[in-house]
């Protein structure tokens, strides 16, 4: 379900290695690009550590950051230009503004902890809700037909090395259910293991457009990969930048 928050969040030795363990990268340039014009105002939802946030909130947008975890939200506090962002502390699920945004992002495969229909079709609302004339949509979701998580486990094997202390990663499949993929983010500390586990929602890139087209928008773009290769059905990601219907 969406309205838990995974110990992956909120775990204080796991939320201490979060930057570490996702730092700046290729998808984090293509959510920055996307904000094309000035002063424009952005909705980060599941805003996380708040990197997008503060970097966007560097270049003079005006940014509202929306994370759950009041962990989490600790950490973006600590950052530079995290005076300058509107934090607040709530589920997407949960977000109401009166305010409308130009350009509302939701990074990090947050998308997928929607899992029902209906779940889904409620985050989409929200984001049809709030969003400016003009304004676009843009989120990510792993393509189901790579079936990615048959090799997770040695896949997402890393190290994190924080300070003096070596931490091994990895994920780990738990179950299989339709498009609903339950796994472990398994954190191995040198005195402890620390696992939080997760459902993430495969939806095939049909079954997506039509519940963003059902919701009143269009697909302007769909990607890849983070160096805006179109999407094709081998593609390991589904980029979507999404606009109002006409
Ligand atoms: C993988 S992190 C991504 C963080 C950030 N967007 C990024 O790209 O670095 C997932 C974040 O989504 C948050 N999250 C989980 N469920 C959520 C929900 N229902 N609404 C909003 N955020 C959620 C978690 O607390 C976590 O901070």
Redesign the pocket.
């Known amino acids: 379900m ?2 838990t ?2 110990k ?3 775990d204080p030795r796991l939320v201490a290695i ?1 930057d570490l363990d ?1 730092p700046w990268s290729a ?2 340039d293509y959510y920055l690009s996307l904000a094309t014009k000035n002063k424009m105002n952005i909705l ?6 708040g ?2 946030a503060c970097a966007f909130a560097a270049k003079g947008h005006f940014v509202t950051g ?4 009041q962990q ?1 939200l600790e950490q973006a506090k600590k950052k530079q230009h995290a005076d300058k962002v509107n934090w607040i502390c ?4 949960n977000f109401y503004s009166n305010q409308k945004f130009d350009l509302i ?6 998308f997928q ?2 899992i029902t229909d209906n779940e889904i079709q409620n985050i989409l609302r929200i984001m049809r809700s709030h969003l400016a004339n003009e304004g676009i949509v843009a989120f990510e979701s792993l393509n189901p037909n790579q079936k990615l998580w048959e090799h997770w486990k040695s896949d997402t094997y890393k190290t994190i090395a924080n300070g003096k202390e070596v931490i091994k990663s990895w994920k780990e499949i738990n179950s299989i259910e339709n498009n609903k993929v339950t796994f472990s983010n398994v954190y191995q500390f040198p005195d402890t293991i620390i696992t939080s586990q997760s459902t993430f929602c495969f939806l095939s890139y049909k079954d997506l457009k039509e519940k963003v087209e059902q919701e009143g928008f269009s697909i302007v773009k769909a990607h890849g990969d983070w160096s805006r290769t179109p999407f094709t059905e081998n593609s390991k990601e589904i980029i979507l930048v999404l606009e109002a219907k006409g």
């Open positions: 969406s309205n928050i995974d992956h969040y909120t979060y996702n998808d984090t980060d939802l599941g805003c996380g550590t990197i997008l929306v994370e759950p975890s989490m709530s589920l997407a699920e992002i939701m990074t990090g495969h947050v902890v929607f």
